[in-house]
Structure formats: C-alpha cells, structure tokens
C-alpha cells in the first residue's frame, strides 16, 4: 500500500496560483500513475488530471486544460499539481490517487484504477 499526503491548498483570489504535491511513501516500483481529482460540496468527484511515470502522458480534463499542469519528480516520488488562473468554480477538496504498477499506457479519469488515495487538501477561490 502506498500512502500519499497532498499538501499546497489554501486561499487564493481569482486570477491566482497555486501548487499542490502529493508525497508518496512505500511505493515499490518506478512504473506508477498519479491523478488529481476534486470533489466540491455538493458534487460528484472529478477526475481533473494524471500522468504516467514511465512514458510521462498525461490527461487533463476539459474543465482545467491550459491552466494546470501535473508532473512528476521521479527520484522523490513526488506529484505536483501547477495551477493557474484559478476560477471560484475551481473551489474544492483535491485528491490525489495512485497505482503501480500501471498496466497500461495511458491513464484517465477512472477513480477505480487507482489503489491508493490521499486525504485530500481544500482548495478556496474567492472572487
């Protein structure tokens, strides 16, 4: 089991920045996955986006595509999540999510391919 610790919510205006991590720890293999999701009150998790470690693809989903960026820190083991030109709407607990090894080439926005899952950091948008 691999545990993760996103970290780098808080409040930021619209317009704003911010960047989230996610460390894992007792992970096993170099060949694994980190997504992002959200869940706002109210609504239904959302997968927002993921990276794979061995090939770097990546996915984004519509409603965050040109303004946030994942990536990866291999040696750490660390995923990042850049984000940009924050929305009110962008408001929500983030999560991030794991699994290793991958088993396939891509990855998406299936919250049932991933294994293991961090606590979430809450991320607030005030306009």
């Known amino acids: 089991e691999v545990q993760l610790v996103e970290s780098g919510g808080g409040l930021v205006q619209a317009g704003g920045s911010l960047r989230l991590s996610c460390a894992t720890s007792?992970?096993?293999?170099?060949?694994?996955?980190i997504g992002w999701f959200r869940q706002a009150p109210g609504k239904q998790r959302e997968g927002i986006s993921c990276?794979?470690?061995?090939?770097?693809?990546?996915w984004y989903g519509n409603n965050v595509q040109g303004r946030f960026t994942i990536s990866i820190d291999n040696a750490k083991k660390v995923g990042y999540l850049q984000m940009n030109s924050l929305k009110p709407e962008d408001s929500a607990v983030y999560y991030c999510?794991?699994?290793?090894?991958?088993?396939?080439?891509?990855?998406?926005?299936?919250?049932?391919?991933?294994?293991?899952w961090g606590q979430g950091t809450r991320v607030t948008v005030s306009s």
């Open positions: 999510a794991s699994v290793e090894p991958t088993q396939l080439d891509i990855c998406g926005a299936w919250a049932s391919y991933y294994a293991d």
């Open positions: 007792g992970s096993r293999y170099d060949d694994y996955a």
């Open positions: 990276m794979l470690s061995k090939n770097g693809y990546t």
